[in-house]
């Protein structure tokens, strides 16, 4: 899976817990969690859930701590795939 | 330092499914959710356990600067609706109201702190950095603010303020926490 189809399938993830749809029309890596997307904290949780059912990896809490942005969860998401 | 956190049970529910496989894990110690799945409303406790968290939350991040998620960083040992909340060194007091509609916790460093805590309106609340704080009498009090769904809480804490000039307190949007009564 190359990186456009990874944050694709990230897209797909957090769409559902995204309170401002303009942030998430022109995410980038940049793109925070909470402060752009204004995901409520609590579903941050589900993230970590749906990233974890999607990619079929654990998600431990040294990496969930990190799981703001979209590029901390990219990189999460390939470290794993990569220890898989 | 102050932090508070307040959670609209209706939206929570329409939000989160805390049943769901893994969710607890992710949020809290073993002991943690023991203290839930025993307790007589688990729905209830596990925002109580949350909104403390969150709190505390607050005053970590704005004493050490660091951005985390880091739920399991911070530990409660009770479900009562005041008690202590740690992490790493730190230790942090709560209180916390539970009504129908809402959960809402305040947090603080000294137990001393929870007379010198006041509501604020909206208009009272000055982001710096993008930290909020409150302006009173030629000095500037942090302040904590916390929105979700119908429920928003503004605090500030007047440590070395109010012990001074207790003559703005019947200004203040509502009065101190202890006088807090649940509606």
Redesign the interface.
């Known amino acids: 899976m190359n990186k456009a189809e990874t944050i694709e399938k990230l897209k797909s993830i957090v769409k559902p ?1 995204v309170k401002n749809a303009e942030a998430f029309e022109n995410l980038s890596e940049d793109t925070d969690f909470i402060r752009d997307l204004q995901i ?7 993230v ?2 749906d990233v ?1 059912e999607a990619f079929d990896i654990t998600i431990d ?1 040294a990496s ?5 942005n979209v590029k901390a969860a990219l990189e999460i998401i390939e470290s794993k795939l990569s220890e898989e | 330092m102050i932090g508070n956190d307040v959670i609209d049970l209706e939206l929570a529910a329409a939000e989160s499914d805390w049943r769901r496989k893994g969710f607890l894990e992710k949020l809290f110690s073993a002991d943690e959710m023991r203290l839930v799945l025993e307790s007589e409303n688990p729905e209830i406790s596990v925002w109580n356990l949350w909104s403390r968290k969150e709190a505390a939350y607050k005053i970590f991040n704005r004493n050490t600067g660091i951005r985390a998620f880091n739920p399991k960083h911070f530990h409660c040992r009770d479900l009562n609706d005041s008690g202590i909340v740690v992490f790493g060194d730190s230790r942090v007091y709560s209180k916390t109201e539970i009504t129908s509609q809402y959960i809402h916790t305040i947090c603080v460093e000294d137990r001393n702190d929870w007379n010198k805590i006041a509501s604020l309106s909206e208009s009272q609340i000055i982001k710096k950095d993008d930290l909020p704080f409150v302006y009173q009498h030629g000095g500037y009090f942090p302040a904590t603010v916390s929105h979700h769904g119908r429920f928003e809480f503004r605090f500030g804490l007047f440590k070395n303020g109010l012990d001074r000039d207790l003559s703005f307190q019947s200004a203040m949007y509502r009065t101190f926490f202890g006088d807090f009564q649940q509606p």
């Not at chain 1, 409520?40 to 589900?46: G, H, K, R």
């Not at chain 1, 969930?64 to 703001?68: A, I």
Request: glycine letters at 0%.
């Open positions: 817990y409520n904290s609590a579903n941050l949780v589900d970590a859930l974890e809490n969930m701590e990190k799981m703001l």
